[in-house]
C-alpha cells in the first residue's frame, strides 16, 4: 500500500459568540486532512488550528508536508512521523507546522486501522472501552450572567456530568489584564463577579468535581492572591493560569499553593516540551491536545512520560467529531487517563459530521467507537456543506 494523495478539507459554521478570559468565537473551524491510498482505503485526521486562517494549514498539509509522503508507505508512522519533523526542524517544530503534521498522524491511525480491521484504541493497547468525561462550558457571552450560568452547568447535571468546567479570569480592570488588547473586550466581569460564578457552579455540581479555566490570562500574582478562593470552593484543578513560557511564575503558584493542581497545556506542543514542565514541577495534570501536540504518535509518548512522573492527563478536545474520535482512542490507551474534555457549546462541526452520534452511559463515560481505525461514518454530504473555498 502506497499513499496516493494529501488533502486538506477546511471546514466552518457559525455559532453563537462564546468568550473565555481573552477571546471571543462566532464562528467554529476546522481543518481535515484525507489521506488516500493505491489501495483504495483512506485515512482522516484533523489539524487543530486554534483560530488560524484555514488556508495557511491547508497549504502547509498539501504544499509543505503532503509531497513528503507521496509513494510512501503509510503504515511506517513513526518513520514518516520523523521524516515530516526533521525535513521542516528549521521553522516548524511548534505552531502550525505541527499542527499540520498532528492531522496527518491522526490519518495515518485511522489508515492503519481500517487496514488492519482494528479499532486505534486497541491498536495501541487498549485499557478500557469508556473513557470517563467533564462537561467543558461556562463560557461568558451576551446576556449571560450568574442565572444563566447556573442554567447552563444544571442541564450538565440533567445530562449525567458530575464534572465541570467554567471560564474564569475575563476581568477587564484587573492592572496587567491582557483582555485590553483583544478585538472584543465586552461581557468581562470583575475578580468578585468570578469568584461568585464559582460559587454557582460549586452549589450547582454538589460534590462532583469543578475545575476552572483562565487560559493563560492571569500573572502568578492573581493566581496566589486568588488561591483562598480556590481552596475554599474545592476547585479540582486550575487551567492554563498564566502564559505558558512563564514557567518559573508555575512553579511559585506550585510551590505556594500545593492544594491546588495546575492543569495544562492545550496549547503546549512536542514531547520534550511536555517534559520540560513537568520535570521542572510546572504541571500537574497533563492536557495535549492530539491535533495540536502531535497526533498519537507524539501524545501516546507525553502520555507515558507523565505516567513514569505520576501525573494524570486529562486531553484537551475542542475541536470537530474527527478531534473527538481521535481523542477517545488514544485516552483509552493511556493507564493515566482521568477525564476528557466534553465541550458542550452547540458546534455543528461536532455534532453534525458522522451519521451517528458518539454514544455515552448514564454518568457521561463515552464509549469508544468500535469500528476499524477512528471508528465513525462521516457523512459527506455534510462535510461538504460545511467546506470553505478558498
Ligand atoms: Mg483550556
Known amino acids: 500500500m502506497i499513499i496516493t494523495a494529501v488533502r486538506a478539507i477546511p471546514l466552518r459554521c457559525a455559532c453563537s459568540p462564546i468568550s473565555d478570559a481573552l477571546s471571543t468565537c462566532s464562528m467554529r473551524q476546522a481543518l481535515l486532512v484525507k489521506i488516500e491510498t493505491n489501495s483504495g482505503i483512506y485515512g482522516i485526521g484533523e489539524a487543530f488550528t486554534y483560530g488560524a486562517p484555514l488556508p495557511v494549514v491547508q497549504y502547509i498539509i498539501e504544499k509543505q508536508l503532503g509531497p513528503m509522503l507521496l509513494n510512501e508507505n503509510p503504515e511506517n508512522i513513526e518513520q514518516l512521523w520523523n521524516t515530516l519533523y526533521w525535513r521542516t526542524i528549521a521553522h516548524g517544530r511548534r505552531g502550525l507546522i505541527l499542527a499540520g503534521l498532528s492531522g496527518i498522524d491522526i490519518a495515518l491511525w485511522d489508515l492503519l486501522g481500517k487496514a488492519v480491521h482494528l479499532p486505534i484504541y486497541k491498536l495501541l493497547g487498549a485499557v478500557s472501552n469508556q473513557v470517563p468525561s467533564y462537561a467543558s462550558g461556562g463560557f461568558y457571552g451576551p446576556g449571560k450572567g450568574t442565572a444563566e ?138 492536557q ?56 458542550e457549546n452547540p458546534n455543528s462541526l461536532k455534532t453534525d459530521l458522522t451519521t451517528k452520534p458518539f454514544e455515552a452511559d448514564q454518568y457521561m463515560n463515552f464509549y469508544v467507537p468500535q469500528e476499524d481505525g477512528l471508528g465513525i461514518d462521516l457523512d459527506w454530504t455534510k462535510i461538504e456543506k460545511y467546506t470553505i473555498l478558498n
Open 149 to 286: 450560568l447556573a442554567l447552563e452547568l444544571e442541564g450538565y447535571r440533567k445530562k449525567g456530568y458530575r464534572n465541570a468546567k467554567i471560564k474564569i479570569g475575563r476581568n477587564l480592570d484587573r492592572t496587567g489584564s491582557p483582555l485590553r488588547y483583544m478585538a472584543n473586550q465586552e461581557w468581562s466581569v470583575t475578580a468578585e463577579e468570578d469568584i461568585i460564578r464559582m460559587e454557582t457552579a460549586r452549589e450547582i455540581l454538589e460534590n462532583g468535581r469543578l475545575m476552572v479555566d483562565t487560559n493563560a490570562s492571569w500573572d502568578s500574582y492573581t493566581a496566589l492572591e486568588f488561591g483562598p478562593e480556590l481552596i475554599r470552593l474545592k476547585v479540582s484543578w486550575l487551567e492554563e493560569p498564566i502564559p505558558f513560557e512563564d514557567l518559573e511564575g508555575l512553579q511559585r503558584i506550585s510551590k505556594e499553593l500545593p492544594q491546588i493542581p495546575i492543569a495544562g497545556c492545550e496549547t503546549q506542543q512536542g514531547l520534550k516540551n511536555f517534559e520540560t514542565m513537568v520535570r521542572m514541577d510546572a504541571l500537574d495534570i497533563l
Open 288 to 343: 495535549p491536545d492530539i491535533g495540536w501536540a502531535g497526533g498519537f504518535t507524539e501524545c501516546r509518548k507525553i502520555g507515558a512520560m507523565g505516567e513514569a512522573a505520576g501525573r494524570r492527563i486529562s486531553l484537551h478536545s475542542f475541536g470537530s467529531a474527527v478531534h473527538f474520535a481521535a481523542s477517545l482512542h488514544l485516552a483509552a490507551s493511556m493507564p493515566n487517563t482521568e477525564m476528557i474534555e466534553s465541550e
